[in-house]
């Protein structure tokens, strides 16, 4: 089967999202072949294929001039759905869908394209329900957005003509209630390096750690709150990693002013810190979807505290791994519980959560739509 993977970002470790796209990239190339078109930002490092059955056949840089002259060409579309729709890309798939078994559109931003082009198999991996993102909002603003929000994303979705599929059965609610559509739920992978952790020769750290891309503005808010109203209570007694790019310097700032916070940046390989750490700290209150990072936490062994969203769509957990936290005294509260967790308790909670994962994997999906 030859596939065609149309994605807004770099496949890359960089976020989550990204994350998942390599890693089905490679999954599917397994069996299949594969190409790949994606977007850019001057200062992304491109794409490099794992050569084999993987190839990129559509680059296109963005900025934000560039976005905004994509959403000018379709005014009546919400930005988020129109800001990478790029004529040259139209063009592409127009004169090449015919050689594929499957066009698959992997995030929001590259919806449109399905109502341009006609193909008999159509994917359409709904990373987040747009919508839910403005529903939390209040004020005259966010209730504008929200309709125009809403009234876009049901028209892509209704008329992509494609199979939609999420991450969890909330979002599969949430469209259904939302716009009375049906859809099919994937799995996300356990990383490899997850997987290749020695429990053995791993010594805690002590540390708690924040994890995430800090230019995505409910990751920020977030960690914001925490400093805000948190530290001044457990900055002496806590030390606390901060992985990631993208901090606003305003942020940054803040951060400084407490000795026990490290700001380490990224890291290309998260996880054997992830596992050494006391607890991920999540205090997410905006935003939509699965959080990868919870999920990657728990596959580590380590204890999360987090909000309720943080927690949204997350099925199945370890024992009294996920620390429900809303207020300032509980995450100090929830952090003193997470490190009473010793190595053999994290080991077994890693161990409870990969052996009861589910697998059912994008590449699962299409042998059960392909098989006679």
């Given at each position: 089967m030859?596939?065609?993977i149309v994605t807004p970002f770099v496949p890359s470790h960089r976020t989550a999202g990204q994350n998942y796209t390599l890693q089905l990239i490679e999954d599917l190339a397994k069996d299949h072949r594969v190409d790949v078109a994606y977007f850019r930002y001057t200062a992304d490092t491109p794409y490099t294929p794992p050569g084999g059955n993987v190839r990129v056949v559509f680059v296109r840089e963005i900025s934000t001039a560039r976005k905004f002259l994509n959403a000018l060409k379709l005014p009546l579309t919400h930005p988020l759905f129109s800001c990478?729709?790029?004529l040259g890309l139209v063009r592409f798939l127009r004169r090449h869908r015919?050689?594929?078994d499957q066009l698959y559109f992997d995030f929001s931003q590259t919806f449109v394209y399905s109502l341009h082009v006609s193909h008999g198999r159509k994917i359409l991996?709904?990373?987040?329900?747009i919508l839910q993102?403005?529903?939390?909002?209040?004020g005259i603003v966010n209730a504008l957005n929200r309709l125009f929000c809403s009234r876009s994303e049901r028209r892509i979705l209704e008329g992509s003509g494609g199979t939609i599929l999420c991450f969890s059965d909330k979002d599969r609610g949430l469209l259904e209630s939302y716009y009375g559509l049906s859809s099919r739920k994937v799995d996300f992978f356990i990383h490899r390096n997850i997987r290749r952790i020695d429990y053995g020769n791993l010594a805690p750290s002590g540390a708690f750690l924040f994890f995430g891309a800090w230019e995505r503005p409910e990751n920020a808010f977030g960690l914001e709150w925490f400093v805000d109203h948190v530290m001044a209570s457990a900055g002496k007694a806590h030390r606390i990693l901060i992985l990631g790019s993208g901090i606003p310097e305003k942020l940054r700032e803040k951060i400084s002013r407490y000795p026990t916070m490290e700001m380490t940046g990224f890291v290309d390989d998260p996880y054997p810190v992830l596992a050494a750490a006391s607890g991920l700290i999540a205090p997410l209150f905006h935003g939509a979807g699965v959080k990868v990072k919870v999920l990657e936490a728990l596959a580590c062994g380590t204890p999360v505290l987090g909000t309720d969203v943080a927690f949204?769509?997350?099925?199945?957990v370890g024992e009294g791994?996920?620390?429900h936290c809303r207020t300032p005294e509980e995450f100090l509260a929830g952090m003193a519980r997470a490190l009473s967790y010793s190595m053999e308790d994290k080991k077994a909670l890693r161990e409870a959560f990969i052996g009861g994962y589910p697998k059912d994997t994008f590449r699962e999906f299409l042998k059960c739509i392909t098989s006679p």
């Open positions: 030859k596939i065609l990478r729709f790029d015919q050689e594929y991996m709904v990373h987040d329900v993102k403005y529903a939390r909002g209040a949204e769509g997350i099925d199945m791994a996920c620390i």
